[in-house]
């Protein structure tokens, strides 16, 4: 298996640009996370998928960011306009979601965001 | 709501040692499931191992065991034989049979000395 497969690796923005940060889920599985890591907040979950649809976004900073799942083989973090304290690891994870389960979550390599 | 609180920020472990890490979290919930996740100097977050709260039996995996208290909502991680390769951050995670995002702790990062 590929395992999670995320793109870019590593990003170098100037403050304002967008960003689009992309993940490939494990094929097969039917939901999908994605995690933000920093020194000063630890991980954070920004937004999860249950078959394409979003569940809970209630961690997501703000409207800047969005987050999108077209198909169950793709989505896409997007922040518009980034500033310098986005600046963090971005992790995409999925797992094979079933009621009542918990479910393991595998995470990608995630994607270094450096915000000038 | 439910929290994970690791109070190691950091151990060390000779090599071929035995190390535990410590691992506490509070729920209300029945029915849950505890992890260890390692996070080694490449950044990628690798599952150690997996205990469902309704099983008594602890989980292992080759040299990586857990003691899981359920009365003590206690969840430590014991590797044995501690290897160079065991380095890392360890992350203590959490997530509910029906919420499913995983709470993690704020992780102990461990050193293995040759």
């Known amino acids: 298996d590929a395992g999670v497969i995320q793109s870019p690796r590593h990003e170098v923005t100037e403050m304002g640009q967008e960003v689009t940060l992309r993940c490939k889920p494990i094929s097969g599985h039917n939901s ?42 793709f989505s896409t973090l997007k922040i518009q306009p980034s500033e310098p304290r986005d600046s963090a690891v971005y992790f995409c994870a999925s797992s094979l979601a079933g009621i009542g389960s918990g479910e393991t979550q595998y995470f990608g390599p995630g994607t270094r965001l450096l915000v000038l | 709501a439910q929290t994970v609180t690791q ?57 990586f065991s857990v003691n899981f208290q359920k009365a003590a909502k206690s969840f430590s991680l014991k590797i044995s034989d501690s290897q160079l390769g065991d380095a890392a951050m360890y992350f203590c995670a959490y997530s509910t049979g029906s919420a499913r995002q995983l709470t993690f702790g704020s992780g102990t990062q461990l050193t293995v000395l040759p």
């Open chain 1, 32 to 73: 999908l996370f994605w995690y933000r890591q920093t020194m000063m907040r630890g991980l954070e979950l920004l937004i999860y998928f249950n078959n394409n649809v979003p569940i809970d976004d209630s961690g997501m900073p703000e409207d800047r960011f969005s987050a999108k799942m077209p198909n169950a083989s």
């Open chain 2, 7 to 63: 109070s190691q920020p950091e151990m060390s472990v000779q090599e071929a040692e035995t190390v535990t890490l410590s691992c506490t979290y509070d729920t209300s919930e029945s029915d849950y499931y505890l992890f260890w996740y390692k996070q080694p100097p490449s950044r990628q977050m690798i599952l150690v191992i997996r205990q469902e709260a309704y099983k008594q039996q602890n989980a292992t995996e080759n040299r």
